[in-house]
């Protein structure tokens, strides 16, 4: 399950997911579900129709039926699994619950059979199923308090739809920080948010290098395409930021994760080594193509907040379809 968490929530408010409808949201509202944050509690936080809960959270059912939670997914995906966190729920947690899928929130199909829960917990569910969705519906039998949901998948974007250039690293684009050298201090998947970054937490970074070498992060792009334009921001980094980086890229679409780690796929220099500035942001032009893969490097350690791969995807079928096999 440690990988199923690797994976991108595709509900997250972070990419703009939203929990548009519930039938009942009596004690905690819907919006609760989709916070980034992880959940808290306190103790003697009461509200006029009872106890604050950091989650959503409908009243004791008296009638048949049971509670559900519509949500729009911030980037449409296939969904490989869920997470039905209901830390702090205890003595109110649903006993069970399932997962419904939709295109556009119609034609609901089941994507999860009815699971037990338990409560104060992170429940955990795989999910075998090759479709993509737009929206799910969380249902909880027969009503209680789920902290947060987690929908974790593969992004599946319509580029037919997007204007170029766009961000062809962006998360909600498919791209996905798949290595990196080193995240003591910050997620490497903090890279590639759509958001800017918030603070110093918000960003990648790594610990303090004592020997030879630098560190590195790999970048699988949403899809093949030609780069134009290369951002790298160091926002909130002051005493932190790397002195220098550079860029590599490769077009290699059946790569493993190891060959690229390692030196064995066929990366070119994109940028040269060039200099950093504390808390700012650095433009520098691309070129060539297509890739599939860019590796930012930092000299010789230190934070980025964010990495930004401006380009056009590739439309030749014979390149743009082998991205299936990633």
Known sequence: MAQLTELIDLASERLGGVAIEANDEFFAPKENLLKAAA????????????????????????????DWCIVRLG???IIRGVDVDTSYFI??????CSLDGSVDGVDWVKVLPKEMLQGGAHNLFSIDSPRRFTHVRLNI???????RLRVYGEVAPDFDSLEAPFDLAAVQYGGTVVAASDMFFGSRHNLIWPDPSTHMGDGWETKRRRGPGYDWAIVRLGTPGMIERIVVETQHFKGNHPD?????????PLALVEDLATGRAAWRELIPRMKLDPDSQFEARGG??????VRLNI?????????????????????AGSASHR
Not at 40 to 64: C, H, L, N, Q
Not at 91 to 96: E, L, V
């Open 244 to 252: 220098a980086f550079s860029l590599d890229a490769c077009h290699a």
């Open 91 to 96: 003595g109110n947690y649903p006993a069970h």
């Open 288 to 293: 060539g193509g297509p890739h599939t893969h």
């Open 39 to 66: 959940p808290i509690f306190i103790a003697d936080k009461y509200t006029d129709r009872g106890k604050w809960m950091d989650g959503w959270e409908s009243r004791r059912k008296r009638v048949p039926g049971h």
């Open 141 to 147: 039998y027969p009503d209680g308090g789920v902290a």
């Open 299 to 319: 000299y010789p350690d230190g934070g980025i907040s964010r990495l930004r791969v401006f380009g056009w995807p590739v439309r030749d079928a014979s390149v």
């Open 75 to 77: 980037a449409p995906g």
